[in-house]
Protein backbone atom coordinates (compact mmCIF):
# COMPACT_ATOMS: atom_id res chain seq x y z
CA UNK A 1 0.00 0.00 0.00
CA UNK A 2 2.63 2.25 0.59
CA UNK A 3 4.16 1.68 -2.35
CA UNK A 4 1.58 2.59 -4.09
CA UNK A 5 1.15 5.67 -2.41
CA UNK A 6 4.57 6.88 -2.84
CA UNK A 7 4.26 5.71 -6.62
CA UNK A 8 1.14 8.36 -6.85
CA UNK A 9 2.38 11.11 -5.07
CA UNK A 10 5.67 11.60 -6.26
CA UNK A 11 4.92 10.65 -9.96
CA UNK A 12 2.22 13.13 -10.17
CA UNK A 13 4.28 16.13 -8.68
CA UNK A 14 6.83 14.89 -11.15
CA UNK A 15 4.92 14.87 -14.24
CA UNK A 16 3.04 18.13 -12.76
CA UNK A 17 6.37 19.76 -12.38
CA UNK A 18 6.96 19.68 -15.43
CA UNK A 19 4.11 19.76 -17.47
CA UNK A 20 1.74 22.51 -15.96
CA UNK A 21 3.20 26.59 -16.20
CA UNK A 22 4.88 26.97 -12.62
CA UNK A 23 7.83 29.19 -12.00
CA UNK A 24 11.17 28.26 -13.83
CA UNK A 25 12.73 27.72 -10.53
CA UNK A 26 10.76 24.74 -9.43
CA UNK A 27 11.26 22.40 -12.70
CA UNK A 28 14.50 21.47 -11.60
CA UNK A 29 12.61 19.43 -9.00
CA UNK A 30 10.63 17.69 -10.86
CA UNK A 31 13.61 14.57 -11.24
CA UNK A 32 13.73 14.93 -7.13
CA UNK A 33 10.81 13.61 -7.07
CA UNK A 34 10.95 11.27 -10.12
CA UNK A 35 13.99 9.71 -8.44
CA UNK A 36 12.33 9.30 -5.11
CA UNK A 37 9.44 7.48 -6.56
CA UNK A 38 11.46 4.94 -8.66
CA UNK A 39 12.53 2.53 -5.81
CA UNK A 40 9.09 2.28 -5.11
CA UNK A 41 8.47 1.58 -8.61
CA UNK A 42 11.45 -1.15 -8.26
CA UNK A 43 10.04 -2.71 -5.07
CA UNK A 44 6.61 -3.07 -6.46
CA UNK A 45 7.72 -4.66 -9.54
CA UNK A 46 9.80 -7.02 -8.64
CA UNK A 47 7.71 -8.24 -6.05
CA UNK A 48 4.79 -8.82 -8.34
CA UNK A 49 7.24 -10.17 -10.71
CA UNK A 50 6.55 -7.45 -13.89
CA UNK A 51 9.78 -8.19 -15.42
CA UNK A 52 8.83 -6.00 -18.60
CA UNK A 53 7.77 -3.02 -16.68
CA UNK A 54 10.86 -3.31 -14.09
CA UNK A 55 13.22 -2.84 -17.04
CA UNK A 56 11.54 0.07 -18.08
CA UNK A 57 11.70 1.23 -14.51
CA UNK A 58 15.26 0.76 -14.44
CA UNK A 59 15.43 3.24 -17.91
CA UNK A 60 13.54 5.85 -15.53
CA UNK A 61 15.87 5.45 -12.75
CA UNK A 62 18.59 6.03 -15.29
CA UNK A 63 16.81 8.95 -17.23
CA UNK A 64 15.56 10.80 -14.17
CA UNK A 65 19.23 10.40 -12.85
CA UNK A 66 19.80 12.60 -15.56
CA UNK A 67 17.71 15.02 -14.81
CA UNK A 68 19.51 15.28 -11.59
CA UNK A 69 22.65 15.69 -12.95
CA UNK A 70 21.59 18.29 -15.89
CA UNK A 71 19.18 20.24 -13.25
CA UNK A 72 21.29 20.12 -9.86
CA UNK A 73 24.75 19.22 -10.41
CA UNK A 74 26.01 20.50 -14.07
CA UNK A 75 28.16 23.69 -13.43
CA UNK A 76 26.29 25.60 -15.81
CA UNK A 77 22.86 25.28 -14.38
CA UNK A 78 20.07 27.10 -12.94
CA UNK A 79 19.50 24.45 -10.25
CA UNK A 80 23.38 24.44 -8.95
CA UNK A 81 23.78 28.10 -8.83
CA UNK A 82 20.49 28.44 -7.20
CA UNK A 83 21.49 25.83 -4.45
CA UNK A 84 25.07 27.19 -3.85
CA UNK A 85 23.58 30.93 -3.48
CA UNK A 86 21.04 29.85 -1.40
CA UNK A 87 23.51 27.27 0.82
CA UNK A 88 25.72 30.03 1.38
CA UNK A 89 23.11 32.62 2.68
CA UNK A 90 21.98 29.91 4.87
CA UNK A 91 25.51 28.96 6.52
CA UNK A 92 25.90 33.06 6.71
CA UNK A 93 22.73 32.89 8.93
CA UNK A 94 23.97 30.22 10.80
CA UNK A 95 27.13 30.79 11.58
Not at 4 to 30: D, E, R
Not at 78 to 89: A, C, L, P
Request: aromatic residues 16%; contains cysteine.
Amino acid sequence: MLEQFMIAINGLIAIALTQLPVPKSWVKFAPVFGLIGQPFWLISTYQNQQFGIFTVCCCYLGLWSIGIYRSWLANDKEGWKDFKTNFQKTEKLIG
